[in-house]
């Protein structure tokens, strides 16, 4: 047996409701998935699909994502493949027309991304961290997932409060004691305890606790986690949603392999039985009588804060300044000499949120400088709001340079280019003279270039 912990050890060997192979299972390689983006035309030669979702695949191997400049491009993110299951869930709800969804602990981005791809511009999607430096890659990957209806803060859940009921759905993948990545990763054996398990327990308890308020009456729970250990899963939602706040379970779409949990409220997806690191999820919907978190919801909204204050370009004026090109209608509006944008359904919340800590809010469109706007680096990824800009397309080797953040000589016109390798854009560039200036951002730079 390799070094997992003896309490671990024990504990699945003395349970039943446990696969006879899971620490066997549990010692073998993970599988290697990604979920391609849904309107993006990219794909994997060698590749086998993921059964509960159509985007996912599985690769015979693992590439070197950071030196792919179609993963820069944001043409597909590598995730789990059983926590790409959460499209099934989101499927399964009966929801309105413009979705309100919560992402509550989103970094960095696999839940989020997939939740933009399933709104596709409906609603608004609110992805919150409590890490800062969590947030930042958040926002990047959302950025390169190139949906404008997309929104990203940077709290705790409790100081959320002041939101109050606005969330359709909101998304809890709760910090718990990580069983399912001793599969790939061996330090996270190391670092469990008993101990550390039950402080998940309480802090998970907190959390659906400041969470429940913020959902609208008839709204949806989703809760997931990363861990076999039933405390942190059925019997904590047993104890927490329905036996305090009177949630009713939904029922979810079974597929082969998936092992229903002991009190039958979600699935696991243990290794073995699926081609999964290990992954727990279920949802709930909350009643007309909360129970015990109806006072608490009342107390929550009294301290809604004051909407933030934001100024709104006249879109008519605006369209003739910037050569914007867009499928779908957009709001405008000013930050700091930036023009952002997003749809008119998620522009019109946004302006009425109280003022949060914000690293993403919607598209950043152009950049006013010296008496005229220039494209924003948003616009390399935007989806249905485009600057039109000639590309510059590359090989490999001259694409990794550019995302290493180095410029180049190059004889074309001045003006703004788009950077693009195998038809995908993945950079903006500036033309100068002789030569471009890089601007794909310092903090997205890959560090160094493969050895040759």
């Avoid at 008119?344 to 914000?358: C, G, I, T, V, Y």
């Amino acid at each position: 047996m390799s070094n997992f912990p003896p309490e671990f050890i024990k504990r699945i060997e003395s349970d039943a409701f446990y696969p006879s192979g899971l620490l066997k299972n549990l010692d073998t390689p993970a599988p290697t998935s990604v979920r391609l983006h849904p309107r993006r035309n990219f794909t994997f030669a060698e590749s086998s699909a993921v059964a509960w979702n159509p985007d996912g695949v599985y690769l015979q191997q693992r590439p070197s994502f950071t030196y792919d400049p179609c993963f820069h491009a944001g043409c597909y993110y590598p995730q789990e493949a059983g926590s790409m299951y959460l499209l099934q869930v989101l499927k399964r709800l009966a929801l309105p027309e413009n979705p309100v969804v919560l992402d509550l602990s989103a970094a960095p981005g696999g839940k989020s991304t997939l939740i933009a791809g399933f709104l596709n511009q409906k609603g608004l999607l609110l992805a919150n961290e409590i890490n800062r430096s969590r947030a930042y890659i958040l926002a990047e990957n959302l950025t390169k997932w190139g949906y404008s209806n997309t929104f990203v803060c940077n709290h705790s859940p409790q100081e959320l409060a002041s939101i109050g009921p606005l969330f359709d759905v909101i998304v809890v993948d709760a910090p718990c004691s990580g069983e399912g990545m001793f599969r790939k990763d061996p330090a996270a054996r190391d670092e469990w305890t008993p101990a550390a398990a039950n402080n998940c327990v309480s802090r998970q308890a907190e959390i659906l606790e400041a969470a429940w308020p913020l959902l609208k009456v008839n709204g949806y729970l989703i809760y997931s986690t990363c861990t076999f250990n039933p405390e942190e899963n059925e019997t904590l939602l047993q104890q927490s949603l329905i036996e305090e706040f009177e949630a009713n379970p939904v029922e979810l779409p079974h597929f082969e392999g998936l092992q229903a949990d002991r009190k039958e409220l979600g699935y696991y997806f243990f290794p073995g039985q699926t081609q999964s690191e290990g992954f727990y999820i279920a949802a709930f919907q909350k009643n007309t009588h909360t129970g015990k978190s109806a006072k608490k919801q009342k107390n929550k909204e009294k301290g809604k804060g004051k909407a933030a204050s934001i100024q709104v370009y006249n879109e008519g004026e605006l369209l003739k300044e910037i050569p914007l090109q867009s499928t779908i209608a957009h709001a405008y509006w000013s930050e700091n000499e930036q023009l952002k944008a997003s749809t008119h359904f998620a522009f019109e919340l946004f302006k009425n949120l109280p003022k949060l800590n914000w690293l993403k809010t919607g598209v950043q469109v152009g950049q006013f400088f010296k008496k005229s706007w220039a494209p924003a680096y948003d616009m390399v990824y935007s989806l249905d709001l485009q600057w039109p800009l000639k590309t510059m397309d590359m090989e490999l080797e001259q694409a990794l340079q550019v995302l290493h953040g180095e410029s180049q000589a190059c004889d074309l016109e001045p003006g703004h280019y788009f950077a693009t390798y195998n038809g995908q854009k993945f950079a903006l560039l500036k033309q100068l003279g002789q030569r471009f200036n890089n601007l794909h951002p310092t903090e997205w730079r890959i560090r160094h270039l493969p050895k040759k």
